[in-house]
């Protein structure tokens, strides 16, 4: 207990105060509640110890010998550096993780809002006022929908407007569906119009942009699966085919070289420029490039939107690399016994 309350503020001395507000707001859209600073404390001795790490079996060998002056002005940019380094790298990931999290948690709200939209019409023409229709619909199968709109209700029944209450949910998640369907809603509760009527059309909208949707999905497959041949199945087998003609090709100059210190040839054969190791090292590079891309680009054509893609850049790569090794394998078996 002492020690995550030592954390805990620890942590919270690497946030500034005047963007707390704002990281509580990006945690709360990804469904954490608090901020868990104690993980900001956590983060800074965990990339201490990498930084130990790199530092004392890399950088130091290379310069024991120098003077200590020298010594300690590098030890101290290159500790600054590094640890700098790996904090925004660790600090990216979760963004990046949470970004998804953000994004998939926007998708469920768009699914689960004509159902919930509908309950809510259904309690209008019961009897029932609006306020009370807003938290008598709610569900749990409408899942993170039911938490948002019980935020809200509890706001409104405890004397908030319900306009505000309204408007920041709209404001909290970014989401033209949601937002488009919600300021109908509230400009229909200010001019006192029939409320029923407009919850009624915001469905058949919302039902029908579904349906599109999922139309162009379907009409982008084709896309989607020639992106996905081309990354996970041609692209590997084609690194590795030019990696066993690079190996064969750096064989035969080097016996042709031999052959010409006993003969007199007309040419001269020199050593490739090219290592084979060298080219490897290239291909699981570019094949990494090109995997990340492509899922970006495989979710803005099926999806519209890169966050949806972000997911799926690990499984491109493991893909994509684990077949060029085992081409390379095969390959390397075939062309060894010619």
């Known amino acids: 207990m002492a020690d995550t309350l030592y954390l805990e503020k620890f942590g919270q001395a690497f946030v500034p105060k005047k963007f ?34 790199i530092y004392f079996s890399v950088i130091f060998k290379a310069i024991s010998d120098m003077n200590s002056m020298i010594i300690l002005v590098v030890t101290f940019l290159a500790w600054f550096i590094i640890q700098t380094i790996l904090s925004f790298l660790i600090i990216m990931g979760v963004y990046v993780y949470l970004t ?13 809002l004509p159902d919930y939209l509908t309950l809510v019409s259904t309690n209008l023409k019961g009897g029932l006022s609006f306020e009370k229709s807003l ?6 199968e409408f899942g993170i929908l039911a938490k948002e709109v019980t935020l809200v209700s509890k706001k409104v029944l405890t004397g908030n407007d319900v306009k505000e209450s309204l408007e920041e949910l709209s404001n909290k998640y970014n989401s033209p569906i949601l937002r488009r369907s919600l300021n109908l809603i509230i400009g229909e509760l200010e001019s006192g119009g029939r409320i029923v009527e407009v919850i009624d059309r915001v469905i058949s909208n919302l039902k029908k942009s579904t349906i599109l949707k999922q139309e162009m999905e379907a009409a982008t497959v084709t896309y989607t699966i020639f992106m996905v041949a081309i990354v996970v199945f041609i692209t590997p087998a084609l690194f590795a085919l030019s990696q066993q003609l690079l190996e064969i090709i750096i064989g035969v100059t080097q016996q ?3 052959s010409a210190g006993s003969t007199a040839l007309p040419i ?5 420029s090219i290592k084979p190791s060298d080219f ?14 492509s899922a970006m680009i495989v979710s803005i054509i099926s999806r519209g939107n890169v966050k949806g893609g972000l997911k799926f850049i690990p499984l491109f790569i493991i893909a994509t690399l684990t077949l060029f090794f085992i081409a390379s394998a095969v390959l390397g078996s075939l062309f060894g016994q010619l």
Do not use: H
Not at 101 to 110: G, H, P
Not at 135 to 140: M, T, V
């Open 100 to 112: 998804v999290q953000i994004y998939n948690r926007t998708k469920i709200i768009e699914g689960a």
């Open 268 to 272: 001269k054969i020199g050593e490739a």
């Open 280 to 293: 490897r090292t290239f291909s699981i590079t570019a094949m990494i490039i090109i995997s990340t891309f």
């Open 135 to 140: 938290w008598a619909a709610i569900k749990p």
């Open 20 to 53: 707390r507000s704002e990281l509580k707001n990006f945690l709360f859209k990804a469904g954490i509640d608090q901020v868990p600073y104690k993980y900001f404390g956590l983060l800074f001795w965990v990339t201490l110890v990498l930084t130990y790490l």
């Open 256 to 258: 042709l070289g031999g």
